[in-house]
């Protein structure tokens, strides 16, 4: 029986024209280019210290304010100069893993001819991170920081064509086997989205020997297999902070096969993105490189040639904020697990968590809190002199998906603040 020529040319087609994975619809150019200028204003805060995660989020978009990201770039050199000339060492519970490799990558992609003798300083107090992390998995069975930014160092290196410590790599292999990518008891889809492309990095450096090779490979494949697992009815894969990364690991994999998880998942982030639900520039930068289909195994081919100004891309005035609390006030409940604190507060609508916490401090001599600040805002270490890990939940059971800065409880809302498990992510502050 004989095909008909349409059938025969649509099979042809279907061949030769890739259908491209993870494609951001075209109606959307409006939604991304306010998201390039809002991540761009958050540079001209100056009270803020240069992160560098933002810039490298700025320089993979395709549009360019090449003014501003310069600025933006010399302020960061000033660190990446001050960690380059530090000694070699890490302070108790304060490793720099994380931190070291988005200074790498954002090195990388600035096409700065920054001295060589720095970046190869940069690149041994990488090593020795790497190395230091390494030595606490074997002691501990656990990392100094975490396997998120365990990944984004391996990565760092990786796409600045540095062969990684095999023995590093095996670590990280090791724990994607053992399931020990959790983020507060659950799986954390941000860990394995991160390991995935490290791993998908090294292994096309294709500098090890055959038996890790094969290794690496398995765990891609159940990398690939969580992260799809985790799709929820949203389209989200884990949560929709999530799945930024998880996006880019499956543009970094390729592949035809996973293209409808994949649009589910562009249309859960559009949704968000419309909703104003990323305003943290932290979440922005992991975004964009998603919305012009590129991951951050792309910052391997930055091509200096190519970036051009846009003239038309002028952030406005940094001082501008989204959110404006509201004349009418709203009442919130704040209980601290095992301590007994169940109180109301009365606080202006539209309050973040951050000013509820501080109107009680205010208002009730019988609660206290600090502080530390992090690229993503500032995170809760301690509650009525009780240093931790603290988890702010949603009464009754309902973990948050921001942060104190940027939650803005409804009125009537139980806040819950439960200090974490000593066997879990017991954090140091
Ligand atoms: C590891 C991790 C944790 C660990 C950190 C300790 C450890 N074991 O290393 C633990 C489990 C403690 C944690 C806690 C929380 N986390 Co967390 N975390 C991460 C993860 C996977 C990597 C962070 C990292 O190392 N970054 C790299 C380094 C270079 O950055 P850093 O600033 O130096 O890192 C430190 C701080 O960022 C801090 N930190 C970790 N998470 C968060 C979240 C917020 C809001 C803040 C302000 C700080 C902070 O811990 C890091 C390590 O010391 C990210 C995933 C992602 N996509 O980024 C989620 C992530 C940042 N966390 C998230 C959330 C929501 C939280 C919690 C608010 C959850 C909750 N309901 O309690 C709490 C923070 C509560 C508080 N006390 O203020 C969200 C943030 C989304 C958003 N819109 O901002 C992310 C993106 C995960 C997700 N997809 O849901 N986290
Ligand atoms: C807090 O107190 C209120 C009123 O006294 C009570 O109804 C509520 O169950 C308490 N909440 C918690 C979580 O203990």
């Not at 004989?2 to 939604?31: D, G, N, R, T």
């Not at 540079?43 to 320089?59: F, K, M, Q």
């Not at 765990?219 to 989200?236: D, L």
């Not at 500032?378 to 942060?403: C, H, M, R």
Request: with cysteine; proline share 4%.
């Amino acid at each position: 029986m004989a095909l008909s020529w349409q059938v025969v040319v649509f099979m042809v087609q279907a061949v030769i024209i890739p259908v491209k994975l993870c494609e951001i619809p075209s109606e959307s150019v409006h939604l991304i280019k306010s998201l390039n200028l809002k991540l761009l204003r958050t540079t001209l805060d100056i009270s803020y210290e240069a992160n560098p995660s933002v810039y490298v989020g700025l320089r993979l978009s395709e549009d360019h304010n090449l003014e501003k990201e310069e600025e933006y770039f010399q302020r960061l050199k000033a660190s990446i100069e001050a960690i380059s000339t530090s000694r070699l060492g890490i302070k108790e519970g304060e490793p720099k893993t994380g931190l070291l490799a988005l200074q790498l990558m954002a090195q990388k992609v600035s096409c700065d001819k920054t001295e060589s003798t720095i970046r190869n300083r940069l690149f041994t107090h990488m090593k020795y991170h790497l190395h230091k992390e390494k030595e606490s998995i074997a002691l501990n069975d656990k990392p100094l920081s975490n396997y998120f930014q365990i990944s984004l160092g391996i990565l760092a290196m990786c796409v600045n064509n540095k062969v990684v410590d095999r023995h590093v790599v095996h670590k990280l292999v090791l724990a994607e086997e053992k399931n020990q990518f959790v983020h507060g008891g659950s799986l954390s889809v941000d860990t394995e989205a991160m390991a995935g492309m490290a791993l998908l990095c090294v292994k096309r450096l294709n500098n090890y020997p055959r038996e890790l090779v094969l290794h690496i490979k398995k765990s891609v494949r159940s990398i690939k297999e969580k992260i799809v697992a985790s799709q929820n009815s949203n389209g989200e894969l884990g949560n929709l902070y999530s799945t930024p990364l998880a996006v880019q690991f499956l543009l970094a994999l390729g592949g035809r096969k996973d293209h409808d998880t994949c649009s589910k998942a562009i249309n859960a982030l559009m949704d968000g993105m419309k909703e104003g639900k990323f305003s943290n520039p932290m979440m922005m930068s992991q975004l964009m490189p998603v919305l012009f289909e590129k991951s951050y195994l792309d910052v391997a081919m930055v091509d200096c040639e190519e970036i051009t100004n846009n003239p038309l891309l002028i952030p406005g005035s940094p001082t501008i904020h989204d959110v404006v609390v509201g004349e009418e006030l709203i009442r919130v409940r704040l209980v601290v697990e095992w301590q007994n604190f169940n109180e109301t507060f009365e606080v202006p609508a539209r309050s973040s968590l951050l000013d509820i916490l501080k109107t009680a401090q205010k208002q009730n001599s019988r609660f206290s809190f600090e502080t530390k600040n992090t690229m993503y805002g500032p995170f809760l270490t301690t509650v009525n002199k009780v240093a931790g890990y603290w988890e702010l939940l949603k009464y009754p059971d309902i973990s948050l998906l921001q942060g104190i800065a940027d939650y803005r409880p409804e009125n009537g809302e139980t806040i819950v603040l439960r200090p974490g498990s000593f066997l879990e992510d017991f954090y140091n502050p």
